[in-house]
């Protein structure tokens, strides 16, 4: 973030991955990362190599889900913090060869920023050059450690792919991952039964391998 961002001094003090943003009427979204930093901004990184995955659309809804939640019952709007939603695509996705794309409301007719606290940055994960952002992202596409420019990736890069304990947990990591797309998929199963009305709420529960509760919490999702 700090090469990303372009701001050396950025201090990244709370970090958690995979964050469920629910929303209770409409679509809900899973983050990749969310950061807090020391000035409070909120910072989502989500690392994308479909380029469908990146979409505009996307950025934006993923901005105004965080805003969403990002405030007390009651509290005034200026306590709304910055917010940043970072794309890092294998691709250049937004096609014109440059290594960053920050996007900013701003006044048309002036060209100013509007200055809400909201920004999006798209980061070209293709691109190569021999400058700190480029250097970062040959090393997102390097899987020898030792072909690596900066140090601490190379250092991670080291303890997950050789040590016996990095080891361990990147297949812990990697059985989650594989949990969390079955249920997923089951999930999208049970909705298609619901949406049949055939089917009782437990025999539905005893083929997607959910609870009734689950399942019912489902239903009444869908009748909303």
Not at 63 to 68: E, I, L, N, Q, R
Not at 88 to 94: A, K, L
Not at 117 to 138: F, W
Request: glycine letters at 8%; charged letters at 30%.
């Amino acid at each position: 973030m700090q090469i990303v961002l372009e701001k050396p001094d950025l201090r990244v003090l709370d970090v958690r991955t995979q964050v469920f943003v629910e929303n209770l009427l409409n679509r809900s979204v899973r983050l990749d990362i969310l950061a807090t930093d020391s000035t409070g901004a909120k910072l989502n990184v989500e690392g994308q190599r479909s380029d469908k995955g990146a979409g505009r659309k996307r950025a934006r809804y993923n901005s105004s889900m965080m805003d969403a939640n990002l405030l007390k019952k009651g509290e005034d709007f200026d306590k709304l913090p910055e917010t940043w939603v970072i794309f890092i695509t294998e691709n250049d996705v937004m096609g014109k060869g440059l290594p960053l794309y920050p996007i900013e409301r701003c006044f048309l007719g002036t060209g100013e920023r509007f200055e809400d606290g909201s920004h999006i940055l798209y980061v070209n994960g293709a691109y190569r050059g021999d400058t700190p952002i480029g250097k970062l992202m040959h090393d997102f596409s390097c899987t020898d450690a030792a072909d690596m420019y900066y140090g601490t990736l190379a250092d991670r890069v080291r303890f997950f792919k050789e040590s016996k304990e990095g080891i361990e947990i990147m297949c812990r990591a990697m059985e989650d991952m594989r949990n969390q797309t079955l249920k997923e998929g089951m999930i999208n199963v049970a909705k298609k039964m619901l949406e049949d009305g055939t089917i009782t709420l437990e025999k539905i529960a005893e083929f997607v391998g959910l609870s009734v509760d689950e399942v019912r919490k489902l239903k009444t999702d869908q009748n909303m």
